[in-house]
């Protein structure tokens, strides 16, 4: 079903017009259908064209591959034919290069082993820590307030603990910057006009990175020597087993990276999360006692007590199953990729769509019912995904183990975010 391919079928120029699909309108494509309703449009496409089709968008062609088929063949690339660095770029390259997600093969490979030494049980229990000192308070004068939104809420609280956890600073003038600086680069990497001209969100976001750069940059020296429990500092002194390091402009990119990866997506999950328990009130009620039953006397979830949040963890999961806070992969061929009996020809955007196959009920029974326990052992889950390829994928960016840190604060309505 599935091959690399160098030079087309039969030796013969693959082309993009071979595959089904269309262009949209001149110069702009598809790309106001794209911005108005992503899944709607993903929807009729497949529905006209197949699993496998090419459109037009943000000013680039691209062949879309659905279904957890797809997913597999792209995401596990055991043949080495898609380009991540490549495909993330054309959206993040000006504003969040180098980060680990733009990076390909041997050099992904190399740079994820340094950096595993920040995401080791001992430092993961010192992030936990920082958030177990600084959230019950903040969550305490949720609940003090008559009514609040809770997605400004948890953006602004999951922003000051990725400022403390990642950088390591005390709320203040210079935490505001940072996560000022920081916001205008999420707020630019999505927006339309791909250029700093004056007055876009573009140059509010090169601004800020060149902001985070020369702010960090004049941090790392006292960092690699410190003490301190924040990633940053951990990444400071990350080695690998052969006493590889980070460079100073490797461990820039990767804290300005990972800082988004990790802000921007926990807040679209557990806003997620808590509208869906809102509507499901029994599952409030779940996790409400999954939680007392560790039998906690203070407001600390300690690290040895993430495993027992069982039902926590399903709940989450199906929240990102639902709405994935990224819910789209980008990649580009290296060379011509047979994939469905088609030739996608080398140079050309990948897109898989993590949203799409969430959603199919070809895969997935009742996809719009919110049902956590389909991620149990009953629910067999694990069997459907071994035998039908990418079923789910969490796409979080961050560790598996920080997907329980969210909960520290059990006895409250609404559950916390972590990273």
Same mark, same amino acid.
């Given at each position: 079903?599935?091959? =690399?391919?160098?030079?087309?079928?039969?030796?013969?120029?693959?082309?993009? =017009? $071979?595959?089904?699909?269309?262009?949209?309108?001149?110069?702009?494509?598809?790309?106001?259908?794209?911005?108005? $309703?992503?899944?709607?449009?993903?929807?009729?496409?497949?529905?006209?064209?197949?699993?496998?089709?090419?459109?037009?968008?943000?000013? /680039?062609?691209?062949?879309?591959?659905?279904?957890?088929?797809?997913?597999?063949?792209?995401?596990?690339?055991?043949?080495?034919?898609?380009?991540?660095?490549?495909?993330?770029?054309?959206?993040?390259?000006?504003?969040?290069?180098?980060?680990?997600? @733009?990076?390909?093969? $041997?050099?992904?490979?190399?740079?994820?082993?340094?950096?595993? %030494?920040?995401?080791?049980?001992?430092?993961?229990?010192?992030?936990?820590?920082?958030?177990?000192?600084?959230?019950?308070?903040?969550?305490?004068?949720?609940?003090?307030?008559?009514?609040? %939104?809770?997605?400004?809420?948890?953006?602004?609280?999951?922003?000051?603990?990725?400022?403390?956890?990642?950088?390591?600073? +005390?709320?203040?003038?210079?935490?505001?910057?940072?996560?000022? &600086?920081?916001?205008?680069?999420?707020?630019?990497?999505?927006?339309?006009?791909?250029?700093?001209?004056?007055?876009?969100?573009?140059?509010?976001?090169?601004?800020? /990175?060149?902001?985070?750069?020369?702010?960090?940059?004049?941090?790392?020296? +006292?960092?690699?020597?410190?003490?301190?429990? $924040?990633?940053?500092?951990?990444?400071? *002194? %990350?080695?690998?087993?052969?006493?590889?390091?980070?460079?100073? *402009? +490797?461990?820039?990119?990767?804290?300005?990276?990972?800082?988004?990866?990790?802000?921007?997506?926990?807040?679209?999950?557990?806003?997620?999360?808590?509208? #869906?328990?809102?509507?499901? /009130?029994?599952? *409030?009620?779940?996790?409400?006692?999954?939680?007392?039953?560790?039998?906690?006397?203070?407001?600390? @979830?300690?690290?040895?007590?993430?495993?027992?949040?069982?039902?926590?963890?399903?709940?989450?999961? #199906? &929240?990102?199953?639902?709405?994935?806070?990224?819910? &789209?992969?980008?990649? #580009?061929?290296?060379?011509?990729?047979?994939?469905?009996?088609?030739?996608?020809?080398?140079?050309?955007?990948?897109?898989?769509?993590?949203?799409?196959?969430?959603?199919?009920?070809?895969?997935?029974?009742?996809? =719009?019912?919110?049902?956590?326990?389909?991620?149990?052992?009953?629910?067999?889950?694990?069997?459907?995904?071994?035998?039908?390829?990418?079923?789910?994928?969490?796409?979080?960016?961050?560790?598996?183990?920080?997907?329980?840190?969210?909960?520290?604060?059990?006895?409250?309505?609404?559950?916390?975010?972590?990273?």
């Amino acid at each position: 079903m599935t091959a =690399s391919v160098e030079g087309g079928t039969n030796g013969k120029r693959a082309k993009l =017009s $071979d595959i089904p699909g269309e262009t949209g309108w001149p110069i702009l494509g598809h790309t106001l259908r794209v911005i108005r $309703d992503p899944v709607g449009f993903g929807r009729y496409m497949r529905e006209t064209y197949g699993d496998i089709y090419r459109s037009n968008s943000f000013f /680039r062609d691209s062949v879309n591959m659905m279904g957890p088929e797809a997913n597999e063949f792209v995401l596990m690339d055991k043949g080495r034919n898609f380009s991540s660095e490549k495909g993330w770029n054309a959206f993040l390259g000006r504003l969040f290069p180098r980060g680990l997600m @733009l990076m390909d093969f $041997d050099e992904h490979k190399a740079h994820r082993h340094i950096m595993a %030494a920040a995401f080791k049980t001992g430092p993961m229990k010192g992030y936990l820590e920082r958030l177990n000192d600084d959230m019950p308070a903040r969550i305490k004068a949720w609940g003090e307030k008559k009514n609040f %939104a809770f997605y400004p809420a948890i953006k602004q609280l999951s922003l000051d603990m990725a400022t403390t956890v990642f950088l390591g600073l +005390e709320p203040g003038k210079e935490s505001e910057k940072v996560n000022k &600086a920081l916001t205008d680069m999420v707020a630019a990497s999505i927006g339309v006009v791909r250029v700093p001209l004056p007055g876009s969100l573009m140059a509010k976001g090169v601004r800020g /990175r060149a902001f985070m750069v020369e702010f960090l940059r004049g941090l790392i020296p +006292e960092r690699r020597v410190g003490n301190g429990t $924040d990633i940053f500092t951990q990444l400071c *002194q %990350a080695k690998d087993d052969e006493g590889n390091t980070f460079t100073d *402009q +490797e461990i820039i990119d990767h804290m300005i990276f990972l800082w988004m990866a990790a802000h921007d997506t926990i807040t679209s999950s557990v806003t997620t999360l808590v509208y #869906e328990l809102g509507r499901h /009130r029994e599952w *409030q009620e779940k996790l409400r006692e999954e939680i007392k039953s560790l039998g906690l006397n203070d407001d600390r @979830l300690p690290y040895e007590k993430m495993n027992d949040l069982t039902l926590t963890e399903y709940a989450f999961k #199906e &929240a990102l199953r639902m709405n994935p806070p990224v819910p &789209a992969v980008a990649r #580009e061929t290296v060379r011509d990729v047979e994939f469905g009996g088609h030739t996608i020809p080398k140079g050309t955007m990948v897109g898989i769509s993590m949203v799409a196959t969430h959603r199919d009920a070809g895969v997935w029974d009742k996809p =719009s019912t919110f049902d956590p326990m389909r991620f149990s052992v009953e629910g067999g889950m694990r069997e459907r995904h071994a035998s039908r390829g990418y079923l789910w994928r969490r796409r979080a960016h961050v560790p598996r183990a920080s997907l329980r840190l969210y909960a520290g604060q059990g006895h409250h309505d609404s559950p916390a975010s972590a990273l």
